[in-house]
Protein backbone atom coordinates (compact mmCIF):
# COMPACT_ATOMS: atom_id res chain seq x y z
CA UNK A 1 0.00 0.00 0.00
CA UNK A 2 1.32 3.62 -0.92
CA UNK A 3 -0.38 6.59 0.85
CA UNK A 4 2.33 8.63 -1.38
CA UNK A 5 1.29 11.00 -4.09
CA UNK A 6 2.51 10.99 -7.50
CA UNK A 7 5.28 14.07 -8.08
CA UNK A 8 2.41 15.28 -10.19
CA UNK A 9 -0.26 15.55 -7.85
CA UNK A 10 3.22 16.93 -5.07
CA UNK A 11 3.69 19.96 -7.60
CA UNK A 12 0.06 20.99 -9.07
CA UNK A 13 -0.99 20.93 -5.67
CA UNK A 14 2.03 23.16 -4.44
CA UNK A 15 1.16 25.44 -7.11
CA UNK A 16 -2.72 25.63 -6.31
CA UNK A 17 -1.81 26.24 -2.96
CA UNK A 18 0.37 29.29 -3.52
CA UNK A 19 -2.11 30.25 -6.11
CA UNK A 20 -4.74 30.52 -3.80
CA UNK A 21 -3.07 32.48 -1.58
CA UNK A 22 -2.28 35.03 -4.08
CA UNK A 23 -5.92 35.20 -5.85
CA UNK A 24 -7.73 33.39 -2.95
CA UNK A 25 -6.66 35.23 0.46
CA UNK A 26 -9.04 34.18 3.50
CA UNK A 27 -9.36 38.07 3.72
CA UNK A 28 -11.14 38.18 0.33
CA UNK A 29 -13.08 35.05 1.33
CA UNK A 30 -14.46 37.01 4.55
CA UNK A 31 -15.15 39.89 2.39
CA UNK A 32 -17.22 38.45 -0.02
CA UNK A 33 -18.96 36.45 2.71
CA UNK A 34 -20.03 39.44 4.56
CA UNK A 35 -21.02 41.07 0.89
CA UNK A 36 -22.58 38.16 -0.37
CA UNK A 37 -20.54 38.31 -3.87
CA UNK A 38 -19.61 35.27 -5.44
CA UNK A 39 -15.58 35.23 -6.54
CA UNK A 40 -15.46 35.63 -10.01
CA UNK A 41 -11.93 36.83 -9.87
CA UNK A 42 -10.85 34.24 -7.77
CA UNK A 43 -12.64 31.81 -10.31
CA UNK A 44 -10.92 33.17 -13.14
CA UNK A 45 -7.63 32.82 -12.01
CA UNK A 46 -8.59 28.87 -11.46
CA UNK A 47 -9.34 28.75 -15.19
CA UNK A 48 -6.37 30.70 -15.94
CA UNK A 49 -3.34 28.29 -14.36
CA UNK A 50 -5.64 25.62 -15.74
CA UNK A 51 -7.08 23.97 -12.94
CA UNK A 52 -10.45 23.87 -14.57
CA UNK A 53 -9.24 21.95 -17.45
CA UNK A 54 -8.23 19.08 -15.26
CA UNK A 55 -10.40 16.47 -16.63
CA UNK A 56 -11.77 17.95 -19.77
CA UNK A 57 -11.00 16.04 -22.71
CA UNK A 58 -7.99 17.81 -24.59
CA UNK A 59 -9.81 18.50 -27.38
CA UNK A 60 -11.53 20.46 -25.96
CA UNK A 61 -8.75 22.98 -24.19
CA UNK A 62 -8.22 20.12 -21.09
CA UNK A 63 -5.73 18.04 -19.67
CA UNK A 64 -5.94 14.29 -18.53
CA UNK A 65 -6.79 14.04 -14.37
CA UNK A 66 -7.55 10.72 -12.71
CA UNK A 67 -10.37 10.91 -9.59
CA UNK A 68 -7.42 11.01 -7.21
CA UNK A 69 -6.29 14.00 -8.31
CA UNK A 70 -9.48 15.94 -8.74
CA UNK A 71 -10.44 14.94 -5.04
CA UNK A 72 -6.78 16.39 -4.20
CA UNK A 73 -7.64 19.71 -5.84
CA UNK A 74 -11.25 19.58 -4.04
CA UNK A 75 -9.27 19.33 -0.89
CA UNK A 76 -7.27 22.26 -1.41
CA UNK A 77 -9.56 24.43 -2.85
CA UNK A 78 -11.68 23.50 0.65
CA UNK A 79 -8.77 24.48 2.73
CA UNK A 80 -7.78 27.70 1.36
CA UNK A 81 -11.12 28.88 0.02
CA UNK A 82 -13.90 26.62 0.54
CA UNK A 83 -16.25 28.59 -1.63
CA UNK A 84 -14.64 27.91 -4.53
CA UNK A 85 -14.23 24.17 -3.34
CA UNK A 86 -18.54 24.06 -3.51
CA UNK A 87 -18.22 25.87 -6.80
CA UNK A 88 -16.21 23.38 -8.13
CA UNK A 89 -17.75 20.63 -6.46
CA UNK A 90 -20.87 21.31 -7.62
CA UNK A 91 -19.72 21.63 -11.01
CA UNK A 92 -18.38 18.18 -11.09
CA UNK A 93 -21.53 16.88 -11.69
CA UNK A 94 -23.00 18.85 -14.63
CA UNK A 95 -19.78 19.29 -16.76
CA UNK A 96 -19.12 15.55 -16.37
CA UNK A 97 -22.72 14.76 -18.10
CA UNK A 98 -21.74 16.85 -20.58
CA UNK A 99 -18.61 14.91 -21.44
CA UNK A 100 -20.34 11.71 -21.21
CA UNK A 101 -23.62 12.80 -22.77
CA UNK A 102 -23.53 16.05 -24.81
CA UNK A 103 -23.79 16.04 -28.13
CA UNK A 104 -19.90 17.31 -29.87
CA UNK A 105 -21.69 21.15 -30.34
CA UNK A 106 -22.69 20.93 -26.85
CA UNK A 107 -19.28 19.96 -25.92
CA UNK A 108 -17.65 22.23 -27.84
CA UNK A 109 -19.50 24.99 -26.60
CA UNK A 110 -19.65 24.38 -22.61
CA UNK A 111 -16.54 22.73 -21.91
CA UNK A 112 -14.84 25.20 -23.66
CA UNK A 113 -16.35 27.79 -22.00
CA UNK A 114 -15.60 26.02 -18.69
CA UNK A 115 -12.01 25.62 -19.12
CA UNK A 116 -11.48 29.55 -20.26
CA UNK A 117 -13.42 29.79 -16.84
CA UNK A 118 -16.95 30.23 -17.33
CA UNK A 119 -19.61 29.54 -13.98
CA UNK A 120 -19.94 25.65 -14.02
CA UNK A 121 -24.02 24.36 -15.33
CA UNK A 122 -26.37 24.85 -12.79
CA UNK A 123 -28.44 21.56 -12.24
CA UNK A 124 -31.75 22.33 -12.07
CA UNK A 125 -33.79 18.87 -10.37
CA UNK A 126 -34.87 19.74 -7.31
CA UNK A 127 -38.63 21.24 -7.24
CA UNK A 128 -40.97 22.50 -4.49
CA UNK A 129 -42.21 19.08 -4.48
CA UNK A 130 -39.33 16.52 -5.29
CA UNK A 131 -36.69 16.86 -3.02
CA UNK A 132 -34.82 13.93 -2.08
CA UNK A 133 -37.72 12.14 -4.07
CA UNK A 134 -36.02 13.51 -7.16
CA UNK A 135 -38.02 11.56 -9.90
CA UNK A 136 -41.27 13.30 -8.16
CA UNK A 137 -40.46 16.14 -10.42
CA UNK A 138 -43.21 17.53 -12.62
CA UNK A 139 -41.05 20.05 -15.04
CA UNK A 140 -42.49 19.36 -18.37
CA UNK A 141 -40.50 19.29 -22.13
CA UNK A 142 -42.99 19.56 -24.98
CA UNK A 143 -41.56 19.34 -28.52
CA UNK A 144 -42.61 21.88 -31.51
CA UNK A 145 -40.84 20.94 -34.32
CA UNK A 146 -37.25 21.89 -34.36
CA UNK A 147 -37.60 23.39 -30.73
CA UNK A 148 -38.70 22.03 -27.05
CA UNK A 149 -40.72 24.63 -24.90
CA UNK A 150 -40.18 23.75 -21.20
CA UNK A 151 -42.46 24.42 -18.45
CA UNK A 152 -41.66 24.16 -14.58
CA UNK A 153 -40.37 25.49 -11.34
CA UNK A 154 -36.86 24.43 -10.00
CA UNK A 155 -35.57 25.12 -6.23
CA UNK A 156 -31.93 24.92 -4.99
CA UNK A 157 -30.69 26.12 -8.28
CA UNK A 158 -27.66 27.14 -7.14
CA UNK A 159 -25.77 29.44 -9.21
CA UNK A 160 -28.25 29.30 -11.80
CA UNK A 161 -28.92 33.22 -12.43
CA UNK A 162 -25.24 33.69 -12.83
CA UNK A 163 -24.47 30.72 -14.87
CA UNK A 164 -24.56 30.70 -18.42
CA UNK A 165 -26.50 27.49 -18.58
CA UNK A 166 -28.74 25.43 -16.19
CA UNK A 167 -28.96 21.35 -17.12
CA UNK A 168 -32.59 21.44 -16.42
CA UNK A 169 -34.32 17.73 -15.85
CA UNK A 170 -38.25 16.95 -16.69
CA UNK A 171 -40.39 14.62 -16.93
CA UNK A 172 -42.60 13.11 -19.30
CA UNK A 173 -45.64 12.32 -17.73
CA UNK A 174 -47.12 9.86 -20.31
CA UNK A 175 -44.36 7.77 -18.44
CA UNK A 176 -45.44 5.26 -16.33
CA UNK A 177 -41.85 4.38 -14.45
CA UNK A 178 -40.64 8.20 -13.18
CA UNK A 179 -36.96 6.92 -13.76
CA UNK A 180 -37.70 5.75 -17.22
CA UNK A 181 -39.45 9.42 -17.62
CA UNK A 182 -36.79 11.91 -17.13
CA UNK A 183 -34.79 14.31 -19.55
CA UNK A 184 -31.62 16.21 -19.45
CA UNK A 185 -31.70 19.51 -21.43
CA UNK A 186 -28.91 22.40 -21.99
CA UNK A 187 -31.12 25.65 -20.88
CA UNK A 188 -29.36 29.15 -21.37
CA UNK A 189 -29.97 31.30 -18.44
CA UNK A 190 -31.06 34.32 -20.89
CA UNK A 191 -33.60 32.53 -22.47
CA UNK A 192 -37.00 34.53 -22.32
CA UNK A 193 -39.14 32.44 -19.84
CA UNK A 194 -36.76 32.36 -17.03
CA UNK A 195 -37.69 34.58 -13.38
CA UNK A 196 -34.86 33.87 -10.51
CA UNK A 197 -35.54 34.13 -6.80
CA UNK A 198 -32.82 34.58 -4.51
CA UNK A 199 -32.96 32.62 -1.70
CA UNK A 200 -31.49 33.29 1.89
CA UNK A 201 -29.26 30.78 3.24
CA UNK A 202 -27.77 30.21 6.99
CA UNK A 203 -24.49 29.58 4.81
CA UNK A 204 -22.67 29.96 1.28
CA UNK A 205 -22.97 33.22 1.00
CA UNK A 206 -20.71 33.88 -2.00
CA UNK A 207 -22.27 30.89 -3.68
CA UNK A 208 -25.93 32.23 -4.91
CA UNK A 209 -28.83 29.78 -4.73
CA UNK A 210 -32.15 30.78 -6.33
CA UNK A 211 -35.96 29.47 -7.20
CA UNK A 212 -36.04 29.30 -10.91
CA UNK A 213 -39.70 30.06 -12.20
CA UNK A 214 -39.65 28.38 -16.12
CA UNK A 215 -42.51 29.32 -18.23
CA UNK A 216 -42.29 29.08 -22.03
CA UNK A 217 -38.48 28.79 -22.33
CA UNK A 218 -38.11 27.55 -26.17
CA UNK A 219 -34.93 26.03 -27.23
CA UNK A 220 -33.58 23.97 -29.84
CA UNK A 221 -34.63 20.51 -29.72
CA UNK A 222 -30.76 19.42 -29.96
CA UNK A 223 -30.13 20.81 -26.69
CA UNK A 224 -31.18 17.63 -25.81
CA UNK A 225 -28.09 16.02 -23.36
CA UNK A 226 -28.32 12.21 -24.09
CA UNK A 227 -31.30 10.08 -24.87
CA UNK A 228 -34.70 11.76 -24.21
CA UNK A 229 -36.17 9.93 -21.47
CA UNK A 230 -32.58 8.52 -19.80
CA UNK A 231 -32.04 11.65 -18.07
CA UNK A 232 -32.38 10.00 -14.68
CA UNK A 233 -29.35 7.17 -15.21
CA UNK A 234 -27.17 9.71 -16.90
CA UNK A 235 -27.60 12.30 -14.02
CA UNK A 236 -26.88 9.06 -11.89
CA UNK A 237 -24.08 8.07 -13.54
CA UNK A 238 -22.26 11.28 -12.33
CA UNK A 239 -23.46 11.68 -8.64
CA UNK A 240 -20.94 9.55 -7.12
CA UNK A 241 -18.67 11.93 -8.23
CA UNK A 242 -19.81 14.82 -7.21
CA UNK A 243 -20.37 13.80 -3.76
CA UNK A 244 -16.93 12.95 -3.60
CA UNK A 245 -15.81 16.06 -4.68
CA UNK A 246 -18.21 17.25 -1.79
CA UNK A 247 -16.61 14.90 0.59
CA UNK A 248 -13.23 16.72 -0.17
CA UNK A 249 -14.04 20.05 0.08
CA UNK A 250 -15.34 19.01 3.50
CA UNK A 251 -12.13 18.04 4.11
CA UNK A 252 -10.67 21.00 3.37
CA UNK A 253 -12.52 22.94 5.37
CA UNK A 254 -12.12 20.59 8.63
CA UNK A 255 -8.31 20.81 8.50
CA UNK A 256 -8.48 24.50 8.11
CA UNK A 257 -10.72 24.41 11.29
CA UNK A 258 -8.59 22.17 12.67
CA UNK A 259 -5.22 24.71 12.14
CA UNK A 260 -7.09 26.98 13.51
CA UNK A 261 -7.96 25.48 16.52
CA UNK A 262 -4.61 24.38 17.48
CA UNK A 263 -3.01 27.99 16.64
CA UNK A 264 -5.33 28.89 19.21
CA UNK A 265 -5.16 26.72 21.42
CA UNK A 266 -1.12 27.24 21.57
CA UNK A 267 -2.22 31.15 21.76
CA UNK A 268 -4.62 31.79 23.83
CA UNK A 269 -3.56 32.22 27.97
CA UNK A 270 -6.17 31.27 30.50
CA UNK A 271 -5.07 30.69 34.48
CA UNK A 272 -1.87 31.36 33.63
CA UNK A 273 -0.75 28.91 30.33
CA UNK A 274 -1.94 28.41 26.86
CA UNK A 275 -5.14 26.63 26.65
CA UNK A 276 -3.77 23.94 24.42
CA UNK A 277 -1.76 23.21 27.97
CA UNK A 278 -4.74 21.50 29.50
CA UNK A 279 -6.06 17.95 28.49
CA UNK A 280 -9.40 18.85 28.20
CA UNK A 281 -8.48 21.15 25.35
CA UNK A 282 -6.09 18.42 23.93
CA UNK A 283 -8.63 15.89 23.84
CA UNK A 284 -11.07 17.82 21.53
CA UNK A 285 -8.07 18.52 19.55
CA UNK A 286 -6.98 15.21 19.32
CA UNK A 287 -10.31 13.82 18.32
CA UNK A 288 -10.44 16.75 15.61
CA UNK A 289 -7.12 15.27 14.13
CA UNK A 290 -8.46 11.75 13.78
CA UNK A 291 -11.76 12.52 12.17
CA UNK A 292 -10.02 14.31 9.80
CA UNK A 293 -7.43 11.80 9.78
CA UNK A 294 -10.23 8.99 8.76
CA UNK A 295 -12.13 11.46 6.31
CA UNK A 296 -8.67 11.74 4.42
CA UNK A 297 -8.69 8.03 4.45
CA UNK A 298 -12.16 7.48 3.32
CA UNK A 299 -12.10 9.86 0.66
CA UNK A 300 -9.13 8.72 -1.14
CA UNK A 301 -9.84 4.95 -1.15
CA UNK A 302 -13.29 6.28 -2.62
CA UNK A 303 -11.08 8.23 -5.40
CA UNK A 304 -8.75 4.82 -5.98
CA UNK A 305 -11.53 2.41 -6.21
CA UNK A 306 -13.02 5.10 -8.76
CA UNK A 307 -10.13 5.19 -10.88
CA UNK A 308 -9.65 1.13 -10.48
CA UNK A 309 -13.06 0.89 -12.27
CA UNK A 310 -14.69 -0.21 -9.34
CA UNK A 311 -18.18 0.33 -7.96
CA UNK A 312 -18.61 2.56 -5.73
CA UNK A 313 -22.65 2.17 -4.88
CA UNK A 314 -22.91 1.72 -1.28
CA UNK A 315 -19.32 2.77 -0.20
CA UNK A 316 -19.90 6.57 -1.85
CA UNK A 317 -22.83 6.92 0.21
CA UNK A 318 -21.20 5.81 3.60
CA UNK A 319 -18.52 7.68 3.18
CA UNK A 320 -20.36 11.13 2.37
CA UNK A 321 -22.53 10.32 5.35
CA UNK A 322 -19.39 9.60 7.56
CA UNK A 323 -17.69 12.56 6.00
CA UNK A 324 -20.88 15.31 6.03
CA UNK A 325 -21.43 14.50 9.66
CA UNK A 326 -17.52 14.12 10.79
CA UNK A 327 -16.90 17.52 9.45
CA UNK A 328 -19.44 19.25 10.41
CA UNK A 329 -18.56 17.70 13.92
CA UNK A 330 -15.20 19.09 13.65
CA UNK A 331 -16.11 22.76 12.54
CA UNK A 332 -18.63 22.87 15.72
CA UNK A 333 -15.29 21.78 18.17
CA UNK A 334 -13.48 24.83 16.57
CA UNK A 335 -15.74 26.62 17.52
CA UNK A 336 -15.54 24.96 20.60
CA UNK A 337 -12.23 25.58 21.82
CA UNK A 338 -12.31 29.27 20.09
CA UNK A 339 -14.95 30.21 22.77
CA UNK A 340 -16.47 33.68 22.08
CA UNK A 341 -14.11 34.26 19.83
CA UNK A 342 -15.62 31.27 17.16
CA UNK A 343 -18.57 32.36 17.56
CA UNK A 344 -17.51 36.25 16.15
CA UNK A 345 -18.38 36.80 12.62
CA UNK A 346 -14.78 38.09 12.32
CA UNK A 347 -13.43 34.57 12.41
CA UNK A 348 -13.44 31.93 9.74
CA UNK A 349 -14.43 29.35 12.18
CA UNK A 350 -18.14 30.38 11.92
CA UNK A 351 -18.31 30.41 8.16
CA UNK A 352 -16.83 26.82 8.10
CA UNK A 353 -19.48 26.09 10.61
CA UNK A 354 -22.26 27.26 8.88
CA UNK A 355 -21.31 26.58 5.18
CA UNK A 356 -20.23 22.75 6.35
CA UNK A 357 -23.81 22.39 7.95
CA UNK A 358 -25.11 21.76 4.28
CA UNK A 359 -23.03 19.09 3.39
CA UNK A 360 -25.13 17.21 5.26
CA UNK A 361 -28.06 17.88 3.18
CA UNK A 362 -26.48 18.82 -0.36
CA UNK A 363 -25.75 16.24 -2.53
CA UNK A 364 -27.95 13.68 -0.94
CA UNK A 365 -29.06 14.06 2.98
CA UNK A 366 -28.07 11.73 5.28
CA UNK A 367 -30.65 9.71 5.61
CA UNK A 368 -30.88 9.27 1.92
CA UNK A 369 -27.32 8.30 2.09
CA UNK A 370 -28.23 5.53 4.98
CA UNK A 371 -31.34 4.13 2.44
CA UNK A 372 -28.15 3.90 -0.78
CA UNK A 373 -26.10 2.15 1.68
CA UNK A 374 -28.19 -0.31 4.21
CA UNK A 375 -30.11 -2.30 1.01
CA UNK A 376 -26.69 -2.78 -0.86
CA UNK A 377 -25.12 -4.55 2.38
CA UNK A 378 -27.94 -6.64 2.98
CA UNK A 379 -28.13 -7.72 -1.05
CA UNK A 380 -24.20 -7.94 -0.38
CA UNK A 381 -24.77 -10.66 2.29
CA UNK A 382 -27.50 -12.33 0.67
CA UNK A 383 -25.18 -12.80 -2.23
CA UNK A 384 -21.94 -13.70 0.09
CA UNK B 1 18.50 34.74 -27.13
CA UNK B 2 20.48 31.48 -26.09
CA UNK B 3 19.85 32.36 -21.68
CA UNK B 4 21.44 30.22 -19.07
CA UNK B 5 19.04 30.90 -15.73
CA UNK B 6 21.10 29.77 -12.34
CA UNK B 7 18.64 28.58 -9.92
CA UNK B 8 19.87 27.37 -6.10
CA UNK B 9 18.33 23.93 -4.85
CA UNK B 10 18.03 24.44 -1.01
CA UNK B 11 16.33 23.64 2.09
CA UNK B 12 12.81 25.21 2.39
CA UNK B 13 13.45 27.39 5.39
CA UNK B 14 10.10 26.52 6.87
CA UNK B 15 11.35 23.36 7.32
CA UNK B 16 14.34 24.00 9.54
CA UNK B 17 14.20 22.65 13.07
CA UNK B 18 16.14 23.78 15.66
CA UNK B 19 17.67 21.50 18.06
CA UNK B 20 17.57 22.08 21.80
CA UNK B 21 21.62 22.82 21.67
CA UNK B 22 20.59 25.00 19.12
CA UNK B 23 22.30 23.58 16.44
CA UNK B 24 19.96 23.40 12.90
CA UNK B 25 19.05 20.35 11.55
CA UNK B 26 18.06 20.19 7.97
CA UNK B 27 17.15 16.20 7.78
CA UNK B 28 13.64 16.64 7.57
CA UNK B 29 13.63 20.23 5.28
CA UNK B 30 11.96 19.87 1.56
CA UNK B 31 14.20 20.84 -0.79
CA UNK B 32 12.74 23.49 -3.27
CA UNK B 33 13.90 26.17 -5.96
CA UNK B 34 15.54 29.18 -3.88
CA UNK B 35 12.48 31.69 -3.58
CA UNK B 36 14.77 34.29 -5.03
CA UNK B 37 15.54 32.29 -8.41
CA UNK B 38 11.98 31.91 -9.52
CA UNK B 39 11.89 35.65 -10.68
CA UNK B 40 15.21 34.98 -12.58
CA UNK B 41 13.48 32.02 -14.34
CA UNK B 42 10.61 34.10 -14.77
CA UNK B 43 12.52 36.97 -15.75
CA UNK B 44 14.42 34.16 -18.86
CA UNK B 45 10.89 32.29 -19.92
CA UNK B 46 9.69 35.89 -20.55
CA UNK B 47 12.88 37.25 -22.31
CA UNK B 48 12.55 34.11 -24.41
CA UNK B 49 8.63 34.33 -25.14
CA UNK B 50 9.37 37.75 -26.52
CA UNK B 51 12.47 37.42 -28.25
CA UNK B 52 12.82 33.51 -29.13
CA UNK B 53 15.82 31.45 -28.43
CA UNK B 54 15.95 29.02 -25.25
CA UNK B 55 16.50 29.11 -21.91
CA UNK B 56 18.49 26.15 -19.69
CA UNK B 57 17.86 26.11 -16.03
CA UNK B 58 21.47 25.56 -14.11
CA UNK B 59 21.77 24.48 -10.68
CA UNK B 60 25.07 23.14 -8.80
CA UNK B 61 25.02 21.66 -5.23
CA UNK B 62 24.97 18.17 -3.34
CA UNK B 63 23.67 14.95 -5.22
CA UNK B 64 20.55 15.63 -3.19
CA UNK B 65 19.71 18.00 -6.07
CA UNK B 66 19.46 15.30 -8.83
CA UNK B 67 16.10 14.41 -7.72
CA UNK B 68 12.75 13.75 -9.92
CA UNK B 69 10.40 16.07 -8.44
CA UNK B 70 12.75 19.16 -7.74
CA UNK B 71 13.96 18.93 -11.80
CA UNK B 72 10.05 18.14 -12.76
CA UNK B 73 9.31 21.45 -10.57
CA UNK B 74 11.99 23.44 -12.23
CA UNK B 75 11.11 22.71 -15.99
CA UNK B 76 7.45 23.04 -15.60
CA UNK B 77 8.62 26.69 -14.87
CA UNK B 78 9.20 27.13 -18.25
CA UNK B 79 12.60 26.27 -18.84
CA UNK B 80 13.96 24.12 -21.94
CA UNK B 81 16.10 22.03 -20.75
CA UNK B 82 18.00 21.63 -17.43
CA UNK B 83 21.54 20.93 -16.17
CA UNK B 84 22.67 19.83 -13.30
CA UNK B 85 25.72 19.37 -11.67
CA UNK B 86 25.18 17.47 -8.38
CA UNK B 87 28.64 16.56 -6.12
CA UNK B 88 28.75 15.96 -2.67
CA UNK B 89 31.87 18.12 -2.57
CA UNK B 90 29.55 20.95 -3.01
CA UNK B 91 27.37 20.29 0.48
CA UNK B 92 28.13 23.37 1.88
CA UNK B 93 29.84 25.50 -1.03
CA UNK B 94 30.71 29.09 -0.27
CA UNK B 95 29.90 31.50 -3.04
CA UNK B 96 33.40 31.20 -4.61
CA UNK B 97 33.26 27.59 -5.24
CA UNK B 98 29.60 27.83 -6.56
CA UNK B 99 30.56 30.87 -9.00
CA UNK B 100 33.78 28.88 -9.99
CA UNK B 101 31.28 25.74 -11.01
CA UNK B 102 28.37 27.61 -12.39
CA UNK B 103 31.14 29.38 -14.71
CA UNK B 104 32.55 26.56 -15.59
CA UNK B 105 29.35 24.68 -16.69
CA UNK B 106 28.46 27.90 -18.64
CA UNK B 107 31.33 27.72 -20.43
CA UNK B 108 30.91 24.47 -21.22
CA UNK B 109 27.19 24.70 -22.50
CA UNK B 110 29.00 27.52 -24.52
CA UNK B 111 27.21 29.99 -26.65
CA UNK B 112 25.38 31.70 -24.47
CA UNK B 113 24.09 35.14 -24.14
CA UNK B 114 22.77 36.18 -21.47
CA UNK B 115 22.89 34.52 -17.91
CA UNK B 116 20.36 35.48 -15.22
CA UNK B 117 20.15 34.93 -11.74
CA UNK B 118 18.03 35.97 -8.54
CA UNK B 119 19.41 38.46 -5.97
CA UNK B 120 20.62 36.27 -3.35
CA UNK B 121 20.47 32.19 -2.42
CA UNK B 122 17.10 31.61 -0.14
CA UNK B 123 19.13 29.72 2.40
CA UNK B 124 22.40 31.98 2.61
CA UNK B 125 21.71 35.21 0.90
CA UNK B 126 24.90 36.15 0.01
CA UNK B 127 24.39 37.83 -2.78
CA UNK B 128 27.91 37.12 -4.07
CA UNK B 129 27.59 34.18 -6.91
CA UNK B 130 26.12 36.34 -9.21
CA UNK B 131 28.46 38.85 -9.40
CA UNK B 132 31.72 36.36 -9.08
CA UNK B 133 30.07 34.60 -11.91
CA UNK B 134 29.80 37.35 -14.20
CA UNK B 135 33.85 38.40 -12.69
CA UNK B 136 34.57 34.58 -13.61
CA UNK B 137 33.64 34.96 -17.07
CA UNK B 138 34.55 38.22 -18.05
CA UNK B 139 31.74 39.50 -18.69
CA UNK B 140 29.37 42.93 -17.91
CA UNK B 141 27.66 41.94 -14.80
CA UNK B 142 25.40 44.16 -12.77
CA UNK B 143 22.69 43.45 -9.88
CA UNK B 144 19.66 45.29 -8.44
CA UNK B 145 17.91 44.68 -12.50
CA UNK B 146 14.21 45.15 -12.04
CA UNK B 147 13.56 45.03 -15.82
CA UNK B 148 15.17 43.99 -19.15
CA UNK B 149 14.31 44.74 -22.19
CA UNK B 150 16.38 43.07 -25.81
CA UNK B 151 17.56 46.17 -28.07
CA UNK B 152 19.11 44.90 -31.21
CA UNK B 153 21.84 42.97 -30.07
CA UNK B 154 22.56 44.45 -26.23
CA UNK B 155 19.75 45.01 -23.85
CA UNK B 156 18.43 47.74 -22.15
CA UNK B 157 18.40 47.01 -18.21
CA UNK B 158 16.65 48.97 -15.67
CA UNK B 159 18.56 48.46 -11.88
CA UNK B 160 16.93 49.67 -8.92
CA UNK B 161 18.96 51.46 -6.98
CA UNK B 162 18.39 53.02 -3.22
CA UNK B 163 17.58 56.22 -4.10
CA UNK B 164 17.55 56.09 -8.24
CA UNK B 165 16.85 54.11 -10.61
CA UNK B 166 19.72 53.68 -13.46
CA UNK B 167 19.26 52.76 -17.34
CA UNK B 168 21.93 51.45 -18.82
CA UNK B 169 22.43 49.86 -22.53
CA UNK B 170 24.08 46.22 -21.58
CA UNK B 171 26.23 44.44 -24.06
CA UNK B 172 25.96 40.65 -24.86
CA UNK B 173 26.90 38.11 -23.20
CA UNK B 174 26.58 39.44 -19.88
CA UNK B 175 25.31 38.68 -16.77
CA UNK B 176 22.48 40.13 -15.16
CA UNK B 177 21.02 39.45 -10.91
CA UNK B 178 17.20 40.13 -10.95
CA UNK B 179 15.39 41.99 -8.21
CA UNK B 180 12.03 39.94 -6.39
CA UNK B 181 9.56 42.37 -8.46
CA UNK B 182 10.69 42.38 -11.36
CA UNK B 183 8.26 39.66 -12.31
CA UNK B 184 5.87 38.05 -10.53
CA UNK B 185 6.54 34.07 -11.09
CA UNK B 186 3.98 32.40 -13.21
CA UNK B 187 2.46 28.89 -11.19
CA UNK B 188 2.93 25.91 -13.22
CA UNK B 189 -0.04 24.49 -14.52
CA UNK B 190 -1.19 20.01 -14.93
CA UNK B 191 0.03 20.59 -18.72
CA UNK B 192 3.36 22.17 -17.54
CA UNK B 193 4.00 19.89 -15.07
CA UNK B 194 2.83 16.89 -17.22
CA UNK B 195 5.56 18.47 -19.97
CA UNK B 196 8.43 18.62 -17.55
CA UNK B 197 9.07 15.16 -17.26
CA UNK B 198 9.44 14.87 -21.08
CA UNK B 199 12.19 17.82 -21.26
CA UNK B 200 16.19 16.79 -21.58
CA UNK B 201 18.14 16.66 -18.30
CA UNK B 202 21.99 16.92 -18.34
CA UNK B 203 23.96 15.42 -15.57
CA UNK B 204 27.52 16.65 -15.42
CA UNK B 205 29.76 15.96 -12.59
CA UNK B 206 32.80 17.99 -11.11
CA UNK B 207 35.04 15.96 -13.68
CA UNK B 208 32.72 16.38 -16.53
CA UNK B 209 33.37 20.32 -15.76
CA UNK B 210 37.56 19.39 -14.88
CA UNK B 211 37.05 20.45 -11.52
CA UNK B 212 37.60 16.91 -10.15
CA UNK B 213 39.02 18.36 -6.62
CA UNK B 214 36.26 20.73 -6.30
CA UNK B 215 37.53 23.73 -5.58
CA UNK B 216 39.29 25.42 -2.19
CA UNK B 217 36.63 27.46 -0.29
CA UNK B 218 37.42 31.04 0.71
CA UNK B 219 35.37 30.97 3.84
CA UNK B 220 35.14 28.76 6.24
CA UNK B 221 31.57 27.98 8.68
CA UNK B 222 32.89 27.33 12.23
CA UNK B 223 29.47 27.00 13.46
CA UNK B 224 25.88 27.44 12.90
CA UNK B 225 23.85 28.21 15.48
CA UNK B 226 19.89 29.61 15.70
CA UNK B 227 19.72 32.66 18.90
CA UNK B 228 18.22 31.51 21.81
CA UNK B 229 14.51 31.53 21.98
CA UNK B 230 13.29 34.87 23.84
CA UNK B 231 10.28 34.22 25.96
CA UNK B 232 7.61 36.61 24.93
CA UNK B 233 6.19 39.00 27.57
CA UNK B 234 2.28 38.57 27.19
CA UNK B 235 1.99 42.38 28.44
CA UNK B 236 -1.12 43.53 27.52
CA UNK B 237 -1.67 47.52 27.73
CA UNK B 238 -4.81 49.40 28.66
CA UNK B 239 -5.99 52.72 29.22
CA UNK B 240 -6.48 55.76 26.72
CA UNK B 241 -3.92 56.28 23.97
CA UNK B 242 -1.57 58.82 26.27
CA UNK B 243 -2.13 56.51 29.41
CA UNK B 244 -0.80 53.26 27.06
CA UNK B 245 1.90 54.92 25.41
CA UNK B 246 3.24 56.16 28.70
CA UNK B 247 3.24 52.69 29.83
CA UNK B 248 4.74 51.34 26.78
CA UNK B 249 7.48 53.99 26.61
CA UNK B 250 7.93 53.09 30.46
CA UNK B 251 8.25 49.20 29.77
CA UNK B 252 10.83 50.15 26.48
CA UNK B 253 13.17 51.89 29.02
CA UNK B 254 12.81 49.60 31.48
CA UNK B 255 14.29 46.81 28.83
CA UNK B 256 17.09 49.17 27.80
CA UNK B 257 15.53 49.44 24.13
CA UNK B 258 15.09 53.38 24.67
Not at chain 1, 146 to 153: E, F, H, M, S, Y
Not at chain 1, 286 to 301: P, S
Amino acid sequence: MDFKWTEEQELLIQSLEELLQREAPESLMAELDAKHEFPFKSWQALADNGILALGIPEEYGGVPADITTLTLVCETLGKYALPLGIIYSLGIITIRDIIQFGSEEIKAEVLGGFVRGDLPVALGITEPQAGSDAAAMKATAQIDGDDVILNGQKMYCTLSKIAKYILFMTRDSQGANPYASISMWLLPTDTPGLRFNLLNKVGWWTVPTYEVFIENARVPRKNLVGQYNSGWPQLMANFEIERLALCAASVGAAEAALDDSLSYANRRVQFGNPIGSYQAVQHILTDMAIKNENMRNYIYKIAWMMDQGMSVRHEHAMCKLYVARAACEVTDSAMQIMGGLGYMMDHRVQRLWRDIRLMRIGGGTDEIMYNIAGPQLLKQARKG
Amino acid sequence: MKIVVCAKLAPDASDIEVRSDGTISLERAEWRIGSFDLQAIEAAVRLRELNGGSVTALSVGPLRINNSKLRKDLLSRGPDELVLVADDKLLNADTSVTARVLAAAVQKIGGIDLVLTGEGSSDLYFQQAGLQLGELLEQPVFNAVSRIEAAGGSLNVERSLENETEVLDVPLPAVLAVTTDIHTPRLPNMKEILLASRKPVLEWTLEDLALADGEKQRVETVSLRAPHPVERKRILIEGSAEEAAEALTAYLSKEGVL
